[in-house]
């Protein structure tokens, strides 16, 4: 079985300042990986994923994660935050050639403000 | 097409009552998946459609609840005999490819609340 720890709920930061959201799982097989983003009174939406290959991946409005396999952790980056990234974030996990089902940690709150 | 559609937004239920969501996916999606997220959680799974076959099903998915995917297209989630416990978001999510949750797009929810 998986889990997924995010290690704050709560981050709250200034308008672009730098940001990194913790996420670390546990699984006795290999895993995908994937931060998903809620606004508010919206559904939750894809920003990243890691499948195979480079170990950075990177989502097309400046956030990136990296797997680190020995650490087991997969943190989202953001080099300089904007008011608009005002969201929550999950990560989530899911087996390889396994089960289809994601396994997501409890979030993260990101709060930028001005 | 605007992407996965859930309906009722909102249902209040008195406990004890039957109540049905349906869930509208992505066209010619294949793969459909139930989740329920309650307050301070993330999103845990329920079940998963193939098609019309249901693949897998979680625990947390008791006799109360059931689920179905007529002709591969909609779905339907019931839940009998409601409970307060039952109170909270249910997700829908769809997908479409060999391993199907390379990019699952969700839904808005359904919110539920059991007076």
């Known amino acids: 079985a998986q889990s997924v720890t995010q290690l704050d709920s709560q981050v709250p930061v200034f308008e672009e300042a730098p940001v990194e959201l913790r996420c670390n799982y546990s699984s006795s097989v290999s895993v995908y990986l994937f931060w998903y983003v809620q606004y508010p009174n919206q559904g939750l939406q894809l920003l990243l994923k890691y499948l195979s290959g480079s170990t950075l991946v990177e ?7 990296e797997f ?13 935050v904007h008011i608009s990234d005002t969201a929550e974030y999950f990560c989530a996990v899911s087996e390889q050639g396994g089960s289809e089902k994601l ?5 993260t709150k990101l709060t930028v403000n001005p | 097409d605007t992407g996965v559609s859930q309906n009722p937004r909102h249902k209040i239920t008195k406990r004890g009552q039957n109540v049905t969501f349906r869930c509208d996916p992505i066209s010619e999606h294949n793969r459909l998946y139930w989740y329920r997220q309650t307050l301070g959680q993330g999103p845990e799974f329920l079940t998963y459609f193939q098609n019309e076959a249901q693949l897998e099903k ?58």
């Open chain 1, 59 to 65: 989502s097309i409005n400046g956030f990136e994660a």
């Open chain 1, 68 to 80: 680190n396999k020995s650490q087991t952790s997969f943190h989202l980056r953001k080099p300089s």
């Open chain 1, 103 to 107: 396994v997501f940690g409890k979030g």
């Open chain 2, 58 to 115: 979680s625990r947390l998915l008791s006799d109360r609840f059931s689920a179905e995917r007529p002709k591969g297209s909609f779905s339907t989630l019931e839940i009998q005999r409601t409970e307060q416990g039952d109170s909270a978001m249910y997700l829908c999510a769809s997908s479409f490819g060999p391993q199907g949750h390379y990019e699952a797009f969700f839904g808005q929810g359904t919110r539920l609340t059991v007076v």
